[in-house]
């Protein structure tokens, strides 16, 4: 089991900045890859940003420039950096964790999520 705790959301103004995290705890040694996704009021749940163990990135075009994804594996966290904030990107952050099991099996575990509101 993986537990994955997300924080760092909250209220900021157009133009401002936060920083996510989000540590994860339990069984971390298959993690192939970690990544933010964001959903918003009636809305699909999209991809943000992703991160393997090696540390190739990638992102949504929308987001790319803007956001930036990181990661400290000594301390099994991801970071997501968002510059520039605009209203269109308040959702629900959640943070992802993909393990492949040596056998082959890929499994996604989530987090609770975090509110990112984006509001003068």
């Known amino acids: 089991q993986v537990q994955l705790v997300e924080s760092g959301g909250g209220l900021v103004q157009p133009g401002g900045s936060l920083r996510l995290s989000c540590a994860a705890s339990g069984d971390t040694s298959e993690i192939y890859s970690m990544g933010w996704y964001r959903q918003a009021p009636g809305k699909q749940r999209e991809l943000v940003a992703v991160i393997t163990n090696g540390g190739s990135t990638k992102y949504t075009d929308s987001m790319k420039g803007r956001f930036t994804i990181s990661k400290d594996t000594a301390k099994n966290t991801v970071y997501l950096q968002m510059n520039n904030l605009k209203p269109e990107d308040t959702a629900v952050y959640y943070c992802?964790?993909?393990?492949?099991?040596?056998?082959?099996?890929?499994?996604?575990?989530w987090g609770q999520g975090t509110q990112v509101t984006v509001s003068s």
């Open positions: 992802n964790a993909f393990l492949v099991r040596y056998s082959g099996r890929g499994d996604d575990y």
